[in-house]
T-cell receptor, first 114, second 109 residues
Framework: IAGITQAPTSQILAAGRRMTLRCTQD?????MYWYRQDLGLGLRLIHYSNTAGTTGKGEVPDGYSVSRANTDDFPLTLASAVPSQTSVYFC?????????????FGQGTRLTVV | EDKVVQSPLSLVVHEGDTVTLNCSYE??????LLWYKQEKKAPTFLFML????IEKKSGRLSSILDKKELFSILNITATQTGDSAIYLC?????????FGQGTELSVKP
């Protein structure tokens, strides 16, 4: 069982370039999330999706976009990367149809924008 | 605005010590509070607390939630080097986790 798979595991990206971080889950969870983790700031929610076809903005959505064409995939796109987007990005999923269930996290993508 | 503050931010102890990690929150109308352990990469789930005053226990780890005083604590007894990690607490509101900054625990041999 793979759980949640993120790709790539790490990337160095030139400022101004477009980049898509991939996230796939095989647990048939309805809800998916993207977080970024920065030193001293914990994990902050970028975007989320409660079900296929819907998305919503989290705490720090600017400069990012997401889509949820199907249940399994939730890609995160940086249209024009900036150095402040250097971070570790985590994708997560949960079955929010059940009350009080935990979220499962992918292994993260370390992104450096230079 | 919802806010979660963990303390201390970092902690160094020796094997065998007992530690208490704190999580204070200003979050209204949440259903549960979760604790995660993060070693090298992905956070892994430890506990989910839904009711105030009921302790959850797993081996040397235990946790409790106080909804009146708005905090939760995570206790680790007889610490081991394998407990070295970042510990994250997160109230769950509207299906979304609201994380604190985390406490970085380092256990020395």
């Amino acid at each position: 069982i793979a759980g949640i798979t993120q790709a790539p595991t790490s990337q160095i990206l030139a400022a101004g370039r477009r980049m898509t971080l991939r996230c796939t889950q095989d647990m048939r969870h309805n809800a998916m999330y993207w977080y970024r983790q920065d030193l001293g700031l914990g994990l902050r929610l970028i975007h989320y999706s409660n079900t296929a076809g819907t998305t919503g903005k989290g705490e720090v959505p600017d400069g990012y976009s997401v889509s949820r064409a199907n249940t399994d995939d939730f890609p995160l796109t940086l249209a024009s990367a900036v150095p402040s987007q250097t971070s570790v990005y985590f994708c997560a999923s949960s079955d929010s149809t059940k009350s009080n269930t935990e979220a499962f996290f992918g292994q993260g993508t370390r992104l450096t924008v230079v | 605005e919802d806010k979660v503050v963990q303390s201390p931010l970092s902690l160094v102890v020796h094997e065998g010590d007992t530690v208490t990690l704190n999580c204070s929150y200003e979050v209204t109308n949440f259903r549960s509070l979760l604790w995660y352990k993060q070693e090298k990469k992905a956070p892994t789930f430890l506990f989910m607390l839904t009711s105030s005053g009921i302790e959850k226990k797993s081996g040397r780890l235990s946790s409790i939630l106080d909804k009146k005083e708005l905090f939760s604590i995570l206790n680790i007894t007889a610490t081991q080097t394998g407990d070295s990690a970042i510990y994250l607490c997160a109230p769950k509101k509207g299906g979304k986790l609201i994380f604190g900054q985390g406490t970085e625990l380092s256990v020395k041999p």
